[in-house]
């Protein structure tokens, strides 16, 4: 396997463990109150939680600082969207956890991230590696 790929398999399980905390350990009732407000203090908290463990991920992996700002930054853009949009949408359908439309949702939300750090790490690649 190469030096790149082991790399590639290493940021993206840092990225996993990073996602686990940041969701489901790290979040304070700030952060998981009045979540459909668009300009909401505490998700943009809980977005900055995640680009703070994201920058984390990509500098143990070696990579630059201009990088790391650039694509922290993009994520945190990206989680306080996909999360305002799964929060207007939970508010909107007025569903909870024994509705089938939580879990779509839920599940929706969850395969965005995790396709946001795909992309990161093709950012990665394409403007670091080559």
């Given amino acids: 396997m190469s ?3 082991s790399t590639i398999l ?4 840092l990225l996993q463990i990073k996602h686990m905390f940041a969701d489901y350990f790290l979040q304070t009732p ?6 459909a ?3 909401h203090v505490g998700r943009a908290q809980h977005a900055a939680v995640h680009a703070l463990g994201s920058a984390i991920a990509f500098f143990l992996v070696g990579a630059p ?3 790391i700002v650039a694509i922290c930054a993009a994520e945190w853009m990206a989680h306080f969207h996909i999360d305002w949009a799964k929060a207007r949408h939970g508010e ?3 569903c909870g956890p024994s509705d089938a439309k939580f879990w779509r949702a839920a599940g929706v939300d969850q395969a965005l991230h995790q396709l ?3 992309a990161m790490v093709w950012a990665w690649v394409h403007f ?3």
């Fill in 3 to 5: 030096d790149v790929t």
């Fill in 10 to 13: 290493l940021l993206m399980c």
């Fill in 30 to 35: 700030r952060m998981l109150a009045d979540r």
């Fill in 37 to 39: 407000t668009y300009f």
């Fill in 65 to 67: 600082l201009g990088f």
């Fill in 92 to 94: 909107a359908s007025g």
């Fill in 116 to 118: 946001t750090y795909i």
């Fill in 128 to 130: 670091v590696v080559h």
